[in-house]
């Protein structure tokens, strides 16, 4: 049976604007109902994007320059094998010679589309802004844009108007994930060989306005409505992981409890599955993050809001003190959010970890308890707190673990 549906799948067929994309064995970390799923099918079919060894896509992996370039090009040239082109292969002193990337690198600078850096280095392993992505899309793709001061905006502007920047940018320089690229490709393929419209309404976009007005903390989910019944129980379906996932417990993963809230969310709000394997990378990826941009081992509520906003693109909001109750949590526990909260474990008195300052996911209650994900622990789904037992262990970090009990309250709340 197990063959059977393998093959079924591999055989699925999906008919588009008239057009019918081709087979296409689907990656084992991508359901049908991700919304990227038919763009990222779409460039496979063409060989234009591809998997990892162990047949998984990573569509939330941040996309860096090296990778972009080879997308875009060869979307651009589709029939093409740039390894076997007579061009340049260290055209910028940080390019090695044996570098899979150095043909698309070198072609799209001799091309003067790129141009690197002032000490003529690439930079490949660096992650891409949308504003960057956007004007390496539309050069590459010879498509003009109006030139603007600042220099975004007529890329963005035009980027709107053909309808290639997905809805779910929030800001100019979000980090580009490598769904959202593949998006971006396929929408701009589509357009240049007329299989939509850039003015077609079904085309969901966002513009120039949006993404310079947007106030990522706007996010308002307890003045959402004035009045709203408070169910008997509620429980929101999380996927889980421990922030050791393969039961590793030393560093990074004995102080990840962060990181694996933060991941558990994100792939709830973008319906994907989480495996041990994607957990683990991820965890490696953001702390290496967290590095790069100056936080410590422990941070703050505040700072993993602005890590959801910057690194997953998210909208944040975060609630303090008077506002952090337990008839508050439910309300939002209500609408479908689930809750990270920080805790000072001393107050938890969880018998399975021991952690001066953790934090979790509040995923729904019942009449006496509080239900989380705990990822302090591998027995942490659905790990039950008693309401004012979890409710007095809140504590925002204020610097040191011997002074967590005296942090304020506080929870973050994160949606698309």
């Known amino acids: ?31 049908l109902d991700y919304k990227y799923f038919e763009s990222i099918q779409y460039l496979t079919n063409q060989d234009i994007v591809s998997g990892y060894d162990d047949n998984t896509f990573k569509p939330l992996n941040l996309i860096n320059r090296a990778e972009l370039l080879k997308i875009v090009v060869e979307a651009v040239h589709p029939e093409s094998n740039f390894n076997l082109l007579n ?13 899979w ?20 280095t690439f930079k490949p392993n660096q992650t891409v802004k949308l504003v960057e992505a956007l004007k390496i899309v539309l050069e590459l793709f010879e498509i003009d ?25 929030i800001y100019f320089e979000q980090n580009v994930t490598r769904a959202q690229m593949a998006e971006i490709v396929a929408r701009v393929i589509k357009y240049k060989t007329g299989i939509f419209e850039g003015n077609e309404q079904e085309i969901s976009t966002t513009n120039y306005y949006s993404l310079g007005s947007m106030n990522y903390y706007s996010f308002d989910p307890l003045n959402q409505q004035e009045t709203q019944t408070i169910k008997a129980e ?19 993963y004995d102080e990840a409890c962060e990181e694996a809230a933060l991941i558990m969310i994100n792939y709830y709000l973008n319906n994907l599955d989480l495996t041990k394997e994607i957990s683990n990378t991820e965890i490696v990826d953001m702390v290496n993050y967290e590095e790069e941009i100056g936080f410590a081992i422990d ?57 001066r300052y953790h934090m979790l996911v509040i ?14 622990t591998s027995r942490g789904q659905n790990y039950k707190y008693n309401q004012e037992t979890l409710l007095d262990a809140i ?19 994160l949606d698309k």
């Not at 549906?5 to 699925?12: D, N, V």
């Not at 990337?101 to 003529?120: D, H, L, M, T």
């Not at 030139?147 to 920047?165: A, N, Q």
């Not at 975060?318 to 526990?333: A, F, G, P, R, S």
Request: with cysteine; hydrophobic share 35%.
């Open 363 to 376: 995923t729904g209650y019942n009449e006496t308890e509080f239900i989380t994900n705990d990822p302090g």
């Open 1 to 31: 049976m197990r063959q059977l549906i393998t093959i079924i799948l591999q055989i699925y067929f999906i008919v588009s604007n008239n057009s019918i994309i081709t087979a296409f064995t689907f990656y084992d970390d991508i359901n």
């Open 101 to 120: 990337f150095n043909p698309y690198v070198c072609y799209a600078k001799g091309k003067q589309y790129i141009s690197g850096y002032e000490n003529n």
């Open 395 to 413: 504590h925002n970090w204020i610097g040191h673990k011997d002074t967590v009990r005296q942090g304020e309250k506080a929870m973050l709340i």
């Open 145 to 169: 844009y109006q030139k603007t001061d600042p220099w975004y905006k007529g890329i963005v502007e035009k980027s709107s108007k053909l309808k290639i920047l997905p809805q779910d940018f």
């Open 299 to 355: 941070i703050t509520i505040e700072q993993l809001a602005e890590i959801a906003i910057n690194y997953y693109g998210l909208k944040a909001t975060i609630y303090k003190e008077d506002e952090v109750t337990i008839d508050n949590i439910k309300n939002i526990l209500n609408q479908g959010h689930p809750v990270i909260v920080p805790c000072s474990e001393l107050e938890l008195q969880n018998p399975n970890y021991y952690a």
């Open 87 to 99: 061009i340049e292969k260290k055209c910028f002193d940080d390019l090695q010679d044996d570098n």
């Open 234 to 252: 509620a429980q929101i379906n999380i996927p889980f992981t421990s922030q050791a996932p393969f039961n590793n417990w030393a560093l990074p």
